[in-house]
Structures are given as structure tokens and as C-alpha cells.
């Protein structure tokens, strides 16, 4: 299991050459990152998976890629698009429900007033409050 400290160490790794060592041009920048890439998919061994590389372990999937599903919420739903900084809203009011959804239709079951259940596609992703604009 990869753990988030892993995570951000290696993501570190990269930021810190890359900002200590910037190439003079953005294509020799690409090719660094890309260096880098190699490296720590091809090359490098990591302890989460056995001392072995990401690439020894990948395998490409059998199912072709039909793009995005259709979104497909209840006629009671009200369906919202989050905004850039990771509101919907409501009634006049804005709720919070997280900039990984930034873009993204979500769909809120309300439940009571200022009250729902907030999903994405099939998945509950719980309660959501909202209340009177000020």
C-alpha cells in the first residue's frame, strides 16, 4: 500500500529538482520531467511493492475506454455544477462540498430545509447544509 507520506516525499522529490534546477526553456523542462518519469517508473525500485517498479506491474486493460458516463441522477434530485473554488447553490445560499468536485454536476436529495444528501453519479458522499443568503 502506498501511504501518503510516500506520496508527497516522491512528489517533493520532483518539485524540489525542478524548482532548484530550472531549465532555461519550457521544452528542456518537459524533458526533465520526463527524465524523471523514466526514472521512477522504470528504473527506481519501490519498497510498497516489493522492491519491484511500477512498470514490472502495470498491465494495460482488457476494456476499451468509452469516455465519461452519462450522468443519470433522480428526477427529485436538483442537480448543481460545482463552482472553481468548490461551492453549489442552493436556495440563494452557497455550500461547501470540496474542490475535487470543482466542475463536476453533483446532485442533492434534499432531506429538510437546508438539509440534503449530496451524490456523485451513484456514490452518497453524506449530508450537506446550506443556509439563508445574507
Known sequence: ??????????????????????????????EACDRWRHDFNQV?????????????????????????????????MVVRKVTNRGYIKLDGAYARVGQGLVGQHVAVQRLAEGLGRLFFYELDLGEVTWGPAA
Open 44 to 76: 527506481r525500485p519501490h519498497e510498497a511493492i516489493g522492491q519491484r517498479t511500477p512498470a514490472e506491474l502495470y498491465l494495460r486493460s482488457t476494456r476499451p475506454y468509452r469516455g465519461p458516463r452519462r450522468l443519470k441522477y433522480s428526477p427529485t
Open 1 to 30: 500500500m502506498i501511504t501518503y507520506r510516500k506520496y508527497w516525499a516522491d512528489y517533493f522529490c520532483l518539485y524540489t529538482i525542478l524548482a532548484t534546477h530550472p531549465a532555461p526553456t519550457l521544452a528542456e523542462q518537459q
